[in-house]
């Protein structure tokens, strides 16, 4: 085995099995998303989630009723479009949507608050 | 080489109209369809199960995040007294859950606080879609099935 075997056995092939380790490790991460990251900012628009309204009440499981599964994904308004957006995310009558939508007191609150 | 035309128009908002629909954020940029569906099927699922209505608010927080949360829970449906809002917001890393009076008959504030503190370790590997579907499913399960579904 001369100098230029050696090199080719003991070098290049370590050298193309980093590079071809490298590479994997490089491509997947082109067209995903950044995922989010402890202390990163976030700038994207509020966004509320509710649930799906029950449509039979009291009949979540038999019958062979399949419910509809879809994102009900509202994004937070402001101002006088939040009004509309809770009416419709409320499931109420529009009469009654601007006075009951106006912050009703719960009682008192409770809940917990924790920081990462 | 001939290039395909652009067709997105980008920056067409003037003073009286708003952006187009190519400017705006999509959902998607924030969660994946996957994500979401997850997100949806554990909030709809925690609802049904409990009759408490469980929403999420993913987004800034005014300070103080707590009263910026009650208000948001207040405006949270028709019956705030049953709802349950977990408010949560990445930038700031705070999440808060609020109960209304009725909710909180059946999810005392430790129960929320051991939900909180399960939803903010997995938060802190970055875990967001996965942190709120375990708080979910605890806060649920304290909760247990309302008096009227029990047989």
Same mark, same amino acid.
């Given at each position: 085995?001369?100098?230029?075997?050696?090199?080719?056995?003991?070098?290049?092939?370590?050298?193309?099995?980093?590079?071809?380790?490298?590479?994997?490790?490089?491509?997947?991460?082109?067209?995903?998303?950044?995922?989010?990251?402890?202390?990163?900012?976030?700038?994207?628009?509020?966004?509320?989630?509710?649930?799906?309204?029950?449509?039979?009440?009291?009949?979540?499981?038999?019958?062979?009723?399949?419910?509809?599964?879809?994102?009900?994904?509202?994004?937070?308004?402001?101002?006088?479009?939040?009004?509309?957006?809770?009416?419709?995310?409320?499931?109420?009558?529009?009469?009654?949507?601007?006075?009951?939508?106006?912050?009703?007191?719960?009682?008192?609150?409770?809940?917990?608050?924790?920081?990462? | 080489?001939?290039?395909?035309?652009?067709?997105?128009?980008?920056?067409?908002?003037?003073?009286?109209?708003?952006?187009?629909?190519?400017?705006?954020?999509?959902?998607?940029?924030?969660?994946?369809?996957?994500?979401?569906?997850?997100?949806?099927?554990?909030?709809?699922?925690?609802?049904?199960?409990?009759?408490?209505?469980?929403?999420?608010?993913?987004?800034?927080?005014?300070?103080?995040?707590?009263?910026?949360?009650?208000?948001? +829970?207040?405006?949270?449906?028709? +019956?705030?007294?049953?709802?349950?809002?977990?408010?949560?917001?990445?930038?700031?890393?705070?999440?808060?859950?609020?109960?209304?009076?009725?909710?909180?008959?059946?999810?005392?504030?430790?129960?929320?606080?051991?939900?909180?503190?399960?939803?903010?370790?997995?938060?802190?590997?970055?875990?967001?879609?996965?942190?709120?579907?375990?708080?979910?499913?605890?806060?649920?399960?304290?909760?247990?099935?309302?008096?009227?579904?029990?047989?």
């Amino acid at each position: 085995m001369n100098v230029a075997e050696a090199l080719l056995v003991f070098a290049g092939i370590p050298l193309a099995i980093v590079v071809v380790l490298a590479l994997l490790t490089l491509k997947p991460g082109a067209n995903r998303r950044p995922r989010y990251k402890p202390g990163q900012a976030w700038d994207h628009a509020p966004l509320w989630f509710e649930p799906h309204p029950a449509h039979a009440p009291g009949g979540g499981h038999g019958g062979g009723e399949t419910a509809a599964i879809g994102s009900s994904v509202y994004g937070e308004r402001h101002g006088s479009d939040a009004t509309a957006t809770h009416a419709v995310s409320g499931g109420q009558s529009h009469g009654s949507s601007s006075t009951a939508h106006a912050a009703q007191p719960a009682g008192p609150l409770g809940g917990a608050r924790g920081t990462w | 080489m001939t290039r395909a035309l652009e067709v997105d128009s980008h920056d067409t908002a003037t003073a009286t109209t708003a952006a187009a629909r190519t400017d705006e954020s999509s959902i998607e940029d924030v969660f994946t369809y996957k994500e979401l569906a997850r997100l949806d099927e554990a909030l709809t699922m925690s609802s049904r199960e409990t009759g408490l209505r469980f929403t999420l608010y993913v987004g800034e927080l005014r300070t103080p995040t707590r009263s910026h949360a009650e208000e948001l +829970h207040a405006r949270s449906g028709a +019956h705030p007294s049953d709802a349950v809002l977990i408010a949560l917001s990445p930038g700031q890393r705070v999440v808060e859950v609020v109960t209304g009076a009725g909710a909180a008959r059946r999810l005392p504030d430790r129960a929320c606080a051991l939900a909180v503190l399960s939803m903010t370790s997995s938060f802190g590997n970055g875990d967001i879609v996965g942190g709120i579907v375990n708080g979910l499913r605890q806060l649920s399960d304290q909760a247990g099935h309302p008096a009227s579904l029990r047989h």
